[in-house]
């Protein structure tokens, strides 16, 4: 069975300019979730869907970044304009469906590192 | 929010040397993870524990968690190379089981 994979694995972009980061989570895993760890901090949580919707995103830094699902498999997150803080690793991880009161493991992918220069 | 503390920050071991490392909250834990990363590399699941005084090992890993849910270990027995990198807790935000809180994560490196 595949797992998380994302797309690219490293991109470096100008100040200014836009990226869009691509997650494809385990076949079947309706929960998806980007993370974000710029160098030196903890990996952070940015947003939840279930399926094709936004379930939190309370983490989410600004307007300048937007996270899309359409259909509930792939996922993208894009960041308009890039500023130098957004540089950083962002992971993307799936899971399967939820319970109430029972957590599910976390399968993250590999990462897409992106540098603002 | 839920605040996560490990220790040590950084770990060097030799081979064959047994290892803990901490995770302290600063809240209640719903759900404590420990996943791997390899250098340059995305994180591997380990382990989940959920109920207080719960342990779990996996070959030579052993994770537990308190009765009060608020401070796990994990520990390694008889390190190895292969062993040897960033090893992260994180913990659920909520009761609700999804998003993610992370320590900062401590480093091992195993020593021939």
């Known amino acids: 069975e595949a797992g998380v994979t994302q797309f690219p694995s490293h991109s470096v972009i100008e100040k200014g300019q836009t990226v869009t980061l691509r997650c494809d989570p385990i076949?079947?895993?309706?929960?998806l979730y980007w993370y974000r760890r710029v160098m030196g901090k903890e990996i952070k949580f940015l947003l939840h869907f279930v399926k094709e919707s936004k379930q939190d995103e309370s983490g989410m830094p600004n307007n300048r970044f937007l996270a899309e699902r359409t259909g509930g498999t792939y996922s993208t997150l894009k960041v308009q304009p890039a500023e130098l803080e957004d540089s950083g690793v962002y992971f993307c991880?799936?899971?399967?469906?939820?319970?109430?009161?029972?957590?599910?493991?976390?399968?993250f992918g590999p990462g897409t590192r992106l540098t603002v220069t | 929010s839920q605040e996560l503390e490990q220790s040590p920050q950084s770990l060097i071991v030799q081979e064959g040397k047994n290892l803990t490392i901490n995770c302290t909250s600063s809240k209640t834990l719903y759900g404590l993870y420990w996943y791997k990363q390899k250098y340059g590399e995305g994180l591997i699941f380990l382990m989940m524990?959920?109920?207080?005084?719960e342990e779990k090992s996996h070959e030579k890993i052993t994770a537990k968690l308190d009765e009060k849910k608020q401070q796990s270990s994990l520990h390694i027995t008889a390190s190895q190379p292969s062993h040897a990198g960033i090893y992260l807790c994180?913990?659920?935000?909520?009761?609700?089981?999804?998003?993610?809180?992370f320590g900062k994560g401590t480093s091992l490196l195993v020593t021939p």
């Open positions: 991880a799936s899971s399967q469906d939820l319970s109430p009161g029972y957590s599910y493991e976390q399968y």
């Open positions: 524990l959920q109920k207080g005084g």
């Open positions: 994180g913990a659920d935000i909520g009761s609700s089981g999804y998003a993610l809180n």
């Open positions: 076949s079947g895993h309706d929960n």
